[in-house]
């Protein structure tokens, strides 16, 4: 359910942003496999899942099926159950089956049909892995200096978080952050649909700052399906210092981060991590030089 009182309904879209948020505060995943039952229960003969299910009516968002496929591989990263997903992998050639009927002479996806729901915007700007490197940082650079580019909402920050994190440019994030800092002046306890005008107060789908401070500036995230192992690769752009405690399948990860400004005026961070036993980690540091740690040891070390 994505939000208590509002809609009240399990959206794929939302439900997989949910099931990752829960993933960095919880080890328990009944939530997230019960999620993935429901939508294959969903499936109409076309080859999509309903855009809300279950419910009174049926109602298709043709987007929101490839959030199923999404989140389907991040429940297996999370816990390793192969034989839980492998039930639903005939629902994702369906799904990518109807995506590829709909590739026009241009060797585009045209109209899907349904609600073609992307993001809250009058119209859309849409990044899909078509530039790389340098090419890469200059389309999302202009994407955010340009003012007649449609920024993301809410629903889609996370998205636009993790293109920025890929091409290094993560401490653009900051300003997008100033969102969710204001939320408090707004009179918002909790994080509203929108962060402007909306209709939603409590919608879950906003929360992507637990997933960031705990996945991306902490870094902490599985490396391999069912934390086979972890990988720590903190991303301390536009903050100091960062300290808590990360629950894994395989036990609790804490760590604390430290930075000082040297002569310089470059920071120095000191990082010390406790590993809980049996989970065994790689640590990138900002040099993009790796460290193999073991489990049930703390480790303290500056970069």
């Given at each position: 359910?994505?939000?208590?009182y ?43 899942i ?12 043709s ?27 005939p ?35 849409v ?13 999302l ?49 909790t ?19 637990i ?37 894994t ?27 809980p036993?049996g ?8 040099d ?16």
């Amino acid at each position: 359910m994505d939000c208590p009182y509002y809609e009240q309904m399990q959206f794929p879209m939302d439900t997989r942003l949910q099931a990752m948020f829960t993933y960095c505060v919880s080890t328990d995943v009944r939530l997230a496999r019960k999620a993935l039952e429901d939508y294959h229960c969903s499936m109409i003969p076309e080859g999509l899942i309903h855009g809300k299910y279950p419910s009174a009516y049926p109602q298709i968002i043709s987007t929101f099926s490839l959030h199923y496929i999404y989140m389907l591989r991040e429940f297996y990263e999370q816990t390793g159950e192969a034989e839980t997903v492998k039930k639903y992998l005939p629902d994702i050639d369906m799904i990518l089956t109807y995506y590829d009927r709909k590739i026009g002479d241009d060797g585009l996806v045209g109209r899907l049909g349904y609600w073609e729901f992307v993001d809250w915007q009058p119209a859309w700007a849409v990044l899909n892995g078509l530039a790389y490197g340098d090419k890469a940082k200059t389309v999302l650079q202009h994407a955010w200096e340009e003012e007649d580019v449609l920024k993301v909402t809410f629903s889609t920050s996370y998205e636009w978080f993790r293109a920025l994190e890929k091409v290094g440019l993560y401490s653009m994030t900051e300003k997008d952050m100033e969102l969710w800092k204001g939320l408090p002046a707004l009179g918002c306890t909790t994080c509203p649909e929108t962060p402007g005008d909306t209709r939603s107060d409590c919608h879950a789908w906003s929360a992507l700052p637990i997933y960031e401070m705990i996945r991306t500036m902490a870094g902490i995230s599985p490396e391999g399906a069912g934390w086979q192992k972890a990988r720590i690769h903190p991303h301390m752009d536009y903050i100091p210092d960062l300290e808590g405690t990360v629950v894994t399948p395989k036990g609790t990860v804490r760590f604390s981060y430290r930075s000082e400004l040297c002569g310089t005026g470059e920071r120095k961070y000191t990082y010390q991590i406790t590993m809980p036993e049996g989970l065994d980690v790689v640590f990138a540091g900002r040099d993009g030089k790796e460290k193999e740690l073991s489990g049930g040891e703390t480790y303290r070390f500056t970069l």
